[in-house]
């Protein structure tokens, strides 16, 4: 059969790499994606996330069995919705069951119906008001932008004055548009943040190995957020009756509520929590697989995904089976200034393999047509497996170490956190 994958960066490169190793799949096409998928065999499709129309042609003509939509603003969009207007089968939420990500109101709102662990909070679009609500709350606190902002709509602040800075941004600058025009004000949780996702049919759910993401852009979570500098999976200092404890007090609930709320689920479900003194609670929800989770994540999967997949959609319970020994991590290599200006047009090094992945996220060949450029922010992730988080560590960085860092930047501590417990 031959696959679609909607998307362009390293988390559709790791989704479409997977479902190509299916002995069930002669192709997989990636629209648009980068310049860098074709290494693997992937073939680009020139059709932008938003071109519903065009893409449902494109399916139709080319007797695509399925598609796995991977951004959160092409679900907020209602491509699901669109694709199976037409007919077609994609696997991902509608856009009112993808609201738990693209309105942080109303995953709050949610939460609190059904009892949901996660902070204390208010939403405000009157900015005075939000102010006042910040000064009573005091610091540390967190403001976030209600809608979609590419993971850089949240401010931990440290201090009142920082936080009423965030607001004013938002709910008076416009920095992020539409997606600022309200914001969700909350109180800090203490803890260890880590991810847990699922793929999801309605009331039925796979959980995978969690992962623990790094979001700051530099060492020591230093430097302002961004949309993940690396990951590792699974995380071994977490024990699993924490895992079991987030599904029954916060999976299991949320996705009983959509289908009250006649908003069933379908796709991957994203819960970001936090293991608080009161066990683990919510920070945000994403209704699409996170990046750079989904890179090391699917790295463990030894099932045929495609298979899995089809399955899921088929209401049919998927043989999904997964690593169960070693640590898998990646590092994400971006463009120095990012996740604010930055140049692009870096040459980049050879593409690594075998025992060491490369994902492209931000890669555009050169005019040339040969040399692989840095297209992007984030512009590609090395992953591997390993015996232990130092013994990944030693890989990845070992290898990073050989590669000309001209105009790019990473982090050094990606998985350091297990070491430390």
Known sequence: MKLLV??????????????????????VFVAPGNDGMTFDGLKLVPIGISEHA???????????????IGPDDALAAGIVDDFEAAGLKAFGPTRLAAELEWSKDFAKSIMKKYGVPTARYETFSDFEAAKAYIEKEGAPIVVKADGLALGKGVVVAETVEEAIEAAHEMLLDNKFGDSGARVVIEEFLEGEEFSLFAFVNSDKFYIMPIAQDHKRAYDGDKGPNTGGMGAYAPVPHLPASVVETAVDTIVKPVLEGMIKEGRPYIGVLYAGLILTADGPKVIEFNARFGDPETQVILSRLTSDFAQNIADILEGKEPDM????????????????????????????????DGDIITYYAGAKFGENGKALLSNGGRVYMLVTTSDSVSAAQEKIYTQLDKQDKTGLFYRTDIGSKALEK
């Open 6 to 27: 909607v998307g362009s960066g390293g988390r559709e490169h790791a989704i479409a790499k997977k479902l190509l190793e299916s002995p069930q799949v002669e192709q």
């Open 54 to 68: 065009a893409l449902i042609d494109f399916v139709k003509e080319n007797d695509i069995a399925w598609t796995f």
């Open 321 to 352: 089976t997964w690593a169960n020994s070693g640590v898998t991590l990646g590092v994400v290599v971006a463009s120095e200034g990012y996740p604010l200006d930055y140049e692009k047009g870096v040459v980049l090094p050879e593409k690594t």
